[in-house]
C-alpha cells in the first residue's frame, strides 16, 4: 500500500524524496488521530461503565442524554488552564517528560498491523519492537516523578520503574510462545496464520496457550500502570503519584499515553492471540473469496475485506480496554509488595511453565491441536524465515559454476528457490523477501 501511494505521487508530478516523506506522513496522522481520539473515547467509556458499576449514571448533560461531548469539554478546560511549574522543579525535564511518554506510546503503533499490508511500518520483529519500544515509556514516568521536585511524585516514579521493569520479564514470556508457534516475529505473519475459523485462532492452539493468555493479561494491565496495579498514582497515599505537580495540557499528555498503551496491548493481544483482524466466520476469506491471499480479488474487494478486518481488530482491542476498565472498578488496589509478589511469585513461574508445556506440545503431540496453522500467504510454516535489511552476500557455489550457461533449461539451486517462492505466492501481490524486496515479507529457502 506505501510503495503503491509512492508511485501514485510521483506519477502526478511529486519528487520521489517528497512522495516519500508524504507516506511516511500519512500512517503517522493516521495513529495519531487513533491515540488522540481513542483517548476521547474510552475516557468517555470508563465514565459510563464506572457509573453502571457504581449503580450511577455518569456523563448525562454535555452533548445530549449520554454525554458524548463530556470528555471533549474536559479538553477544552484543560488546554485553556494555566500551565504551572513548581519552583523546586526541573523545568527543562519537568517539561518534556509527559511528551517522552506520550511519544513511547505513539511510536510503538507504527509497527503495529491492522491488516495486511494496512502498517505504518512493516518490520520482521515488529513483536520486538512494540515491546521495547512500549518499555520506553517509564522513562517519562521516571522524569515526572523526579523532575517535580516532590517526595510524593518521586514515590510515584520509583515504583512505577520497579513495577514495569519486572513485569516486562513475564510478559516477554507469554509474548515468546506465540512466536514460537508460528516461527517468525513479523505480527503480520502471525495473523494471517490464524486465518479461518475461531479453532485457528492461538488461543485454543492447546492448552498451554490458553492459559498463558490470561497471563499476559495480567501482565499487561500491569504493563500500562491499571488498577489494580497503579501504584505509581495511588491518589490515596501518594496524592495522585508521579503527576502531583502537572496541570493543563501536560497532564493530559499522561492520560492520552496511558489510554494509548491500553489499546495498544490489548491490540497486541489480540494479534498473537485471538485472530488478529480475523473474525470467527471466515466470511471475506473463505466464503467471499475477498482476502489479499484469495486468487481472482479485486483490488476494491481486497481493500472492503481489509477494512473490514481493520474494523475488526479495532473492535476486538476496544473490548480488552473495556475489561480493563471494569477490572479497574472491580478489584481493590495492591500493596506495592503484593504486586511484585504477584509478578515473581506467580507471573513469571506460569509463563515459564506454559511455556515449556507448549513447547513440549508442540514436539510431541501437535496432532492433537484443534486446527493446523494455515500457511502464510501460501508457504508452509516450517519453510519460513526472516528477510532481514542488511543484504545477503552473493554465494559461490561450485554446483552452480557446473551448470553451462548455454543450457537455456538448465536451472541454478539459486534461481529454482527464487521461482518455488515466487510460485507460492503468484497472482497475490505478495513480494518475496529478498536484497530487493521490502522489509517484513517472507521467504521460502
Keep these: 500500500m506505501q510503495t503503491t501511494l509512492v508511485h501514485l505521487l510521483t506519477g502526478v508530478g511529486l519528487p520521489e524524496p517528497l512522495a516519500h516523506v508524504i507516506r511516511a506522513l500519512v500512517p503517522c496522522v493516521l495513529i495519531i488521530h487513533l491515540v488522540a481520539v481513542g483517548a476521547l473515547v474510552f475516557i468517555w467509556l470508563e465514565r459510563k461503565v464506572s457509573g453502571r458499576i457504581q449503580d450511577r449514571l455518569g ?71 512494540v515491546l521495547a519500544v512500549l518499555g520506553l515509556e517509564v522513562f517519562g514516568v521516571i522524569l515526572a516523578g523526579y523532575a517535580s521536585g516532590s517526595k510524593w511524585s518521586l514515590f510515584g516514579a520509583m515504583r512505577e520503574a520497579a513495577q514495569v521493569v519486572s513485569y516486562e ?15 517468525t516475529m513479523n505480527l503480520t505473519t502471525i495473523g494471517e496464520m490464524q486465518r479461518g475459523f475461531a479453532t485457528n485462532w492461538l488461543i485454543f492452539h492447546d492448552p498451554f496457550t490458553f492459559c498463558v493468555f490470561w497471563v499476559y493479561i495480567t501482565c499487561g494491565v500491569a504493563s500500562v500502570n491499571r488498577a489494580p496495579f497503579d501504584l505509581a498514582e495511588a491518589e490515596s497515599e501518594l496524592v495522585a503519584g508521579f503527576h502531583t505537580e502537572y496541570s493543563g495540557l501536560r497532564w493530559s499528555f499522561f492520560f492520552m499515553a496511558e489510554y494509548g498503551s491500553m489499546l495498544l496491548v490489548s491490540a497486541l493481544a ?23 491471499s484469495a486468487d481472482g480479488a479485486t483490488a476494491i474487494q481486497i481493500y472492503l475485506a481489509s477494512l473490514a478486518g481493520c474494523a475488526n481488530l479495532i473492535l476486538k482491542s476496544s473490548l480488552g480496554v473495556i475489561v480493563m476498565i471494569w ?66 552476500p552473493a554465494k559461490t557455489d561450485l554446483s552452480e559454476a557446473a551448470v553451462p550457461a548455454t543450457d537455456p533449461n538448465a536451472l541454478a539451486p ?32
Aim: net charge positive.
Design 169 to 183: 520479564v513475564p510478559l516477554g514470556l507469554c509474548v515468546v510462545i506465540p512466536v514460537f508457534i508460528c516461527g
Design 270 to 292: 489480540v494479534i498473537l492471540f485471538l485472530g488478529a483482524w480475523h473474525g470467527p466466520i471466515p466470511i471475506f476469506s473463505q466464503f467471499l473469496g475477498w482476502s489479499p
Design 59 to 129: 456523563p448525562t448533560r454535555v452533548g445530549g442524554r449520554f454525554g458524548w461531548l463530556q470528555t471533549l469539554a474536559d479538553g477544552i478546560k484543560l488546554i485553556a488552564k494555566e500551565d504551572i511549574t513548581p519552583g523546586e522543579a526541573d523545568a527543562m525535564l519537568f517539561r518534556i517528560a509527559p511528551y517522552v511518554s506520550f511519544a513511547a506510546s505513539f511510536a510503538a503503533w507504527l509497527a503495529m498491523p491492522f491488516a495486511v499490508g494496512w502498517s505504518g511500518l512493516d518490520m520482521n520483529v515488529a513483536v520486538f519492537f
Design 327 to 392: 477490572v479497574r472498578w472491580t478489584l481493590p488496589r495492591l500493596r506495592i509488595d503484593q504486586v511484585m509478589t504477584t509478578c515473581l511469585k506467580y507471573c513469571v513461574p506460569l509463563a515459564s511453565f506454559c511455556f515449556l508445556g507448549a513447547l513440549a506440545w508442540q514436539a510431541w503431540i501437535p496432532q492433537l491441536t484443534p486446527a493446523s496453522l494455515p500457511a502464510p500467504f501460501g508457504i508452509d510454516r516450517a519453510a519460513i524465515r526472516e528477510a532481514w535489511v542488511v543484504p545477503r
Design 414 to 445: 539459486s534461481a529454482a528457490s527464487s521461482a518455488l517462492a515466487a510460485g507460492s505466492v503468484r497472482n497475490k501481490n505478495i513480494p518475496v523477501a529478498g536484497p530487493t524486496a521490502p522489509i517484513g515479507r517472507e521467504e521460502a529457502p
